[in-house]
């Protein structure tokens, strides 16, 4: 079972008093490279996301964002720390069951939407349950569902080609979700999209979180994309200095709390604005 932690994270997230957290990340630290070229990507982290919550990561390129992701992801492999999901240690897992708890419990969010462009809408939302083996009315009815909810019924027989940029990120989302994870990954997701497409992105991520339930963790260098979060862990340096709770402010005046601990950090993280 669970190992328990008290810290202050544990204590801010939403309300969720009692409930345990989906992800706590413990003492994590993560070295590069031998001897003579060292790089400390992460010193020190520890925090919780508890169950329903939308978190941002953010800090000014290099600070080790993407390094934190992708340990909690298992693509990469912490130097020393735990990290728990849902209470079991993936630190330590071996590769079949790291296969499986990537397959069973994560859902990530990528930049592009990365369909496969021979499947249709519902082939593409279908295949991570077809991979495990559900009953093909069982699959049907979850992409149903899932795709009614996030708007994206109408394309189930097309092909990703024959879709708008925003159907084929909702899409996608619907594939991340469709598995109902435990955690849901997005590294820089409106990174290399034009205003309109991170927005609709954005919408998507908020979509997934509020009506669907997902628990989101989203790395960004964006201020407008993070306060689409309900809170923000601002990393720098490997390691986090500051948290920021949404609370009751509406997503504008998240945004401006964003900008001002951006502006106020100033120097060598204003290009975290
Ligand atoms: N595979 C790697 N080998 C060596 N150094 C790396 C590697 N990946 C990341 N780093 C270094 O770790 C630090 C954190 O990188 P990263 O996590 O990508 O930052 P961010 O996502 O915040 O921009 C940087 O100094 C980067 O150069
Ligand atoms: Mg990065």
Do not use: W
């Not at 495990?132 to 049907?140: A, C, I, P, Q």
């Not at 569902?145 to 394309?155: H, I, R, T």
């Not at 290399?192 to 628990?215: I, P, Q």
Request: neutral net charge.
């Amino acid at each position: 079972m669970a190992e328990t932690f008290a810290t202050p994270c544990a204590e801010t997230a939403l309300g969720a008093q009692g409930a345990h957290p989906i992800l706590s990340v413990r003492q994590i630290e993560k070295v590069y490279g031998s001897r003579d070229s060292i790089t400390h990507a992460i010193n020190d982290i520890s925090f919780d996301v508890m169950p329903g919550e939308f978190v941002g990561i953010m800090g000014p390129s290099g600070s080790g964002k993407t390094t934190l992701l992708n340990c909690v992801a298992t693509i990469d492999t912490a130097t020393s720390g735990h990290i728990l999901v849902d209470g079991r240690d993936i630190t330590t897992l071996r590769s079949r069951a790291l296969a499986r708890f990537r397959r069973d419990d994560l859902g990530f969010i990528f930049q592009d939407s990365n369909l496969l462009d021979t499947l249709t809408g519902f082939e593409n939302i279908a295949l991570a349950l077809t991979i495990k083996g559900e009953r093909t009315s069982s699959v049907r009815a979850k992409v149903e569902q899932v795709a009614a909810v996030l708007g994206v019924s109408e394309v189930l027989g097309k092909y990703p080609r024959q879709m708008s940029g925003g159907q084929r990120q909702r899409v996608a989302a619907a594939r991340a979700m469709v598995t109902d994870p435990k955690l849901v990954l997005a590294d820089e997701p409106t990174g290399s999209l034009d205003s309109r497409s991170a927005s609709v992105m954005l919408d998507t991520l908020s979509m997934m979180n509020k009506r669907l339930g997902a628990t989101i963790m989203m790395v960004t260098h964006d201020s407008f994309a993070a306060s689409f979060a309900n809170r923000i862990l601002f990393i720098k340096d490997g390691a986090v200095f500051n948290e920021v709770l949404k609370g009751g402010l509406s997503r504008a005046e998240f945004f401006n709390r964003i900008m001002e601990v951006v502006t106020f950090l100033g120097g060598d993280v204003r290009d975290a604005c």
